[in-house]
C-alpha cells in the first residue's frame, strides 16, 4: 500500500463541490484530512491519500481535472 501527501487549494467555485468525496468513492484511495481552512472566498486542505500507487495517481489526475490546485507537500509516494 501507497501513502502521498497533497495539498490542494479550492478556488471559491469549487468549495461546495465534493471532490475528496468522490476521490474516495470513485477510486479505491482511503483519503484522510490532516488539515483544513475553508471561507466563502477560498479554501485548501493538507490531504493524505493511501492505496494502490495507480489507484493515487489516476485520483490525483481526477482531482486537478476539476479544477482544484494539487501541490505534493512531502517527497513522492511511499511505499508503505
Same mark, same amino acid.
Given at each position: 500500500? *501507497?501513502? $502521498?501527501k497533497?495539498?490542494? &487549494?479550492? !478556488? +471559491? #467555485?469549487? $468549495?461546495? @463541490?465534493?471532490?475528496? /468525496? ?6 479505491d484511495?482511503? &483519503?484522510n484530512i490532516?488539515? *483544513?481552512?475553508? =471561507? ?7 490531504? #493524505?491519500i &493511501?492505496g =494502490? @500507487? =495507480? +489507484? $493515487?495517481? !489516476?485520483? %490525483?489526475? /481526477? ?7 494539487? =501541490?505534493? %507537500?512531502e517527497?513522492d %509516494?511511499?511505499e !508503505?
Amino acid at each position: 500500500m *501507497a501513502s $502521498i501527501k497533497v495539498h490542494l &487549494t479550492f !478556488a +471559491e #467555485e469549487l $468549495i461546495k @463541490e465534493p471532490v475528496i /468525496y468522490n476521490l474516495g468513492k470513485n477510486f479505491d484511495v482511503v &483519503t484522510n484530512i490532516r488539515r *483544513a481552512n475553508v =471561507d466563502s472566498k477560498l479554501g485548501w486542505v493538507d490531504l #493524505e491519500i &493511501t492505496g =494502490d @500507487e =495507480d +489507484e $493515487i495517481k !489516476a485520483g %490525483i489526475k /481526477y482531482v486537478e481535472s476539476t479544477g482544484v490546485d494539487v =501541490d505534493l %507537500i512531502e517527497g513522492d %509516494i511511499v511505499e !508503505a
